[in-house]
Structure formats: structure tokens, C-alpha cells
């Protein structure tokens, strides 16, 4: 996507905030017989310029640690005390889904991170026993 001429639909406000589709500044005219118009072009499919608010978001320059610090890092304390856990991620195809959740040899990805940490509070944990339960998961094309 990055190498390719696609328009960017995604407008990172701030952490929690982000535009779909934003209006790109020459939206707000057109020239037509070489006179600017103050209309939009009709022939133009229309920008949906919607905002929408989250919990956290996270742009194409985040790295995986700070994913995983911000959304899941602190699914482990729950964890540790009994409760069942998920991590969910959902976007469009491309939008880096898979390598957040597996990294790479030199970025690890959440799946690894939150294991790490795991066993990181197992092991300070001295009179507790712990059974550890994982699964991954992958629905691509409504396909598991």
C-alpha cells in the first residue's frame, strides 16, 4: 500500500480519535472549462469524512511494543487473577493485522510479548500454580 499511489482513507486525529475518509482540501473546488468552480464535482464520488472516537489507536509509524503496551500489556494483570482473556484485531485487509499480532524475528508481535509477560509474573509469582491455556486464531476471507 505504501509503495502503491492509493489515497490514505485514514486521518489520525490524536490517540483516540481518527477521520474515514477524510475531505482533501481540493474537494471544495473544481475547474471546469479552466474557471474555478465553487461546487464539488459531481462526477467525483463524494468523501464520507467521518470521525470516530477509541480506546487507543494506533497509526502505520506504531511499533508493536507500543501496541502491545497500550492494549494488552495490562490484560495480563486480569489474567494472572482467574478471568479468560481475548485479544481482538480487526481492520482491512493489509492493514498490518497479522504482523502486529506475529512480528517479525526482530519486532516481536503481541502473541509474543504477552506470553513473555506471562511467564514473566509466573515466575515471580512464588505460591500459585498456574495452568496456561493459549489459542490463535486466524478468520481471513470468513474462513478459519
Known amino acids: 500500500e505504501k509503495t502503491g499511489a492509493y489515497d490514505n482513507i485514514i486521518s489520525v486525529i490524536d490517540r483516540n480519535m481518527l477521520i474515514f475518509d477524510p475531505k482533501d482540501n481540493d474537494d471544495e473546488c473544481f475547474f471546469f ?9 459531481l462526477n467525483k464520488k463524494a468523501k464520507k469524512d467521518k470521525t470516530f472516537t477509541f480506546d487507543n489507536i494506533y497509526d502505520a509509524d506504531s511499533t508493536n511494543q507500543e501496541i502491545f503496551e497500550g492494549t494488552t500489556k495490562n490484560v495480563v494483570g486480569t489474567l ?5 482473556c481475548c ?6 485487509t493489509g ?14 508481535g503481541i502473541i509474543y ?3 513473555k509477560e506471562i511467564f514473566s509474573k509466573v515466575e515471580e509469582t512464588d505460591d500459585t500454580s498456574f495452568d496456561i491455556f493459549m489459542s490463535y486464531l486466524e478468520v481471513y476471507n470468513e474462513s478459519i
Open 113 to 115: 510479548l504477552t506470553m
Open 95 to 108: 492493514a498490518g493485522k497479522t504482523f502486529t499480532m506475529l512480528g517479525a524475528k526482530d519486532k516481536p
Open 80 to 84: 494472572m487473577e482467574g478471568y479468560n
Open 33 to 41: 472549462k479552466g474557471k474555478k468552480q465553487g461546487r464539488r464535482d
Open 87 to 92: 485479544v481482538f484485531a480487526y481492520g482491512a
